[in-house]
Structure formats: structure tokens, C-alpha cells
């Protein structure tokens, strides 16, 4: 009997619920259609909440930041800037509210029947977990470097894989290869691989990217994956790189900062990536400045997402 009651009280709370939130009725009317008291809606309203029927999502107050988003279109090749700002003075959670701006714009660059390449790391973890569920049929989504590591670490690629898959609906095509090895004749007989083959071949004719860059630090994901050494990083940093983007190190031009080292990247090349539409570029940090910078002279970005603090951070310097 108590678990009949349990379930009927159940079918309350979210009886209520939607007619509250969803039909905009008064907690008045509600207890009228339902025989009860105004304080009784009131705190099954409140036990909805608690119980996790009611989940709350604050959304962005819109700020004016035209003037910033025309001076980055002014000074880089970009189609499209949103600037996302720094409201409660928390990285994680301004991460968070950049990863939702994308999230929700995403289904303006996806179509039917088109290819998707993502990327891994931080920043695209986060952002896997803000996806839509989107109304698409025949996207097939491929990762732009293998994900695999060579240290106990796990890089995530395949989550986010997955999380971009349940997003559209669409067929994963994985590369099941560490994103850099140890010379350039290893890559290319993995390229010959007719499983990472067909992902390369797919990217040359992609439709959207969605990616972030990452700055020359330690510790980083490639760093922890067992990619780069401490002896590299201080090579890189000496020789004039400045970070990477999709597990290719540039110069602050946003070119390939070596090109014996990266021919021992697997993956789409750096050109096959410029050469996509609909690239998004996701980053959030002023420590990213002067790798989004580069990436954003090397054409590697049509649509930005950042936060305000970076986004000013990156016209000063180019200041």
C-alpha cells in the first residue's frame, strides 16, 4: 500500500510540476484542480525540486560585448565571435557556461547527412556533457587524432566520441591510435590502416570541427599521456612553439611549428582541418591567450567561443 501511495505521490509532484512550469498555472489554480492547499503546492513544488524533477538552468545574461566581438572579427579571419562573460569570477564554471553557449548553437551548423570531427581533451570533456539531443539522421562523427595514450592515463577521446554520437544520432569513427608516435614512418603505416584511413578521407570532406587548442604546459593532457617529455617541452617553448590544436604544435603565426615533428601526428592534418567550413573553436582561460591567438592568424577558427576576460586579453595583445 505505501508503495502505491509513494508512486501516486510521485505522479503528483510532476502533475504539479508540469502544470506549473509547463502550463504557467498559478500555485492558486493548482490547488484548486487538485483539491489541495496553496502551502501544500508550494512544498511538493519545493520536494520536486529536491527529488531532482525540477532541474534549474540559469541562462546567461545577455551582455554587450559588440564592440569586443568586432574588434576580434576586425583583426582575424572570423566568421563569428561569442563572447561568453566572467560573471561569478569561477573558471570551472565559466568553462561551463562557454561549453553551453556552443551546446546550444550547435544545431545551427549541423545538417542531415554530414560529417562531424571532434576533438578530445579538458575543455571538449565539458562540453560533451552539455550537448542537446538533436533531430538528425545520417551525421557521422570522426575523431581528428587518435586519442589513445601511452601512459596509464585515459585521455576520455572515446567518451566524447560517444557523447557526440548519442547527440546526433550518428555513427562513431574512431582512431585507434595514440595522437603522436615516436617517428614519421610509424604514422604513416598507421595512416594505412583502412580503418584510420577512411576517418582521414572523411575529415577531407567535413563539414563542421569542433575543437580547443591547449597552451604549452606542464602538466597537459599530452604531457600526462605519455606524447611529450619535459626535455620536448622545453624544446618546443625554446624553438618558438606556443601550444597545440588537435595535437599539432604551433608557431605564433598558427603554423606548423616543425614539420619533421609533426609528421609523427595521427591524424587530419593541419591543412585538411583549415579547409573545413564550420570550424569551432572552443577555449576558455587568459593562460590560452597566446595559442588562440595563433590559432585564430592561422585561419583555424570560423566561429569562436571564449570567455570575456581572454577575448580582451587576446585584443590587448594584439594591441
Request: one cysteine or more; proline letters at 3%; charged letters at 25%.
Amino acid at each position: 500500500m505505501s508503495e502505491h501511495m509513494d508512486v501516486n505521490k510521485m505522479n503528483q509532484a510532476i502533475r504539479i510540476t508540469k502544470m506549473h512550469y509547463e502550463l504557467h498555472y498559478s500555485q492558486l489554480e493548482i490547488a484548486s484542480k487538485e483539491g489541495i492547499s496553496k502551502s501544500t503546492v508550494s512544498r511538493i513544488l519545493k520536494s520536486a525540486m529536491d527529488m531532482g524533477i525540477i532541474e534549474v538552468r540559469i541562462k546567461n545574461s545577455v551582455s554587450d560585448h559588440s564592440d569586443l566581438e568586432q574588434e576580434l572579427l576586425r583583426r582575424f579571419p572570423l566568421r563569428r565571435a561569442v563572447i561568453v562573460p566572467d560573471l561569478v569570477g569561477n573558471q570551472q564554471i565559466l568553462l561551463q557556461d562557454v561549453c553551453g553557449a556552443l551546446a546550444n548553437d550547435l544545431p545551427r551548423y549541423l545538417k542531415n547527412d554530414s560529417v562531424l570531427a571532434v576533438a578530445w581533451g579538458r575543455t571538449l570533456a565539458v562540453l560533451a556533457k552539455f550537448l542537446p539531443r538533436l533531430d538528425r539522421k545520417g551525421i557521422s562523427v570522426i575523431q581528428l587524432s587518435g586519442g589513445f595514450s601511452r601512459a596509464v592515463y585515459e585521455s576520455g577521446a572515446l567518451n566524447i566520441l560517444q557523447n557526440f554520437m548519442d547527440c546526433t544520432g550518428g555513427t562513431g569513427y574512431q582512431i585507434p591510435a595514440p595522437a603522436m608516435v615516436d617517428h614519421a614512418f610509424i604514422a604513416d603505416t598507421l595512416k594505412q590502416d583502412s580503418q584510420i584511413h577512411q576517418v582521414l578521407e572523411m575529415a577531407k570532406v567535413c563539414e563542421t570541427a569542433v575543437f580547443s587548442v591547449g597552451n604549452l604546459e606542464r602538466p597537459s593532457v599530452l604531457y600526462e599521456m605519455g606524447l611529450i617529455d619535459e626535455e620536448d617541452y622545453r624544446d618546443f617553448h625554446r624553438r618558438g612553439a606556443v601550444g597545440d590544436c588537435c595535437s599539432h604544435f604551433l608557431n605564433k603565426n598558427g603554423d606548423i611549428f616543425d614539420k619533421e615533428i609533426d609528421d609523427r601526428v595521427v591524424g587530419a592534418s593541419l591543412d585538411t582541418i583549415k579547409k573545413i567550413p564550420n570550424k569551432l573553436l572552443i577555449a576558455v582561460g587568459k593562460e590560452k591567450t597566446e595559442v588562440v591567438a595563433a590559432a585564430l592568424r592561422g585561419g583555424l577558427a570560423d566561429s569562436l567561443y571564449i570567455d570575456e576576460p581572454t577575448a580582451r586579453e587576446i585584443v590587448r595583445a594584439e594591441s
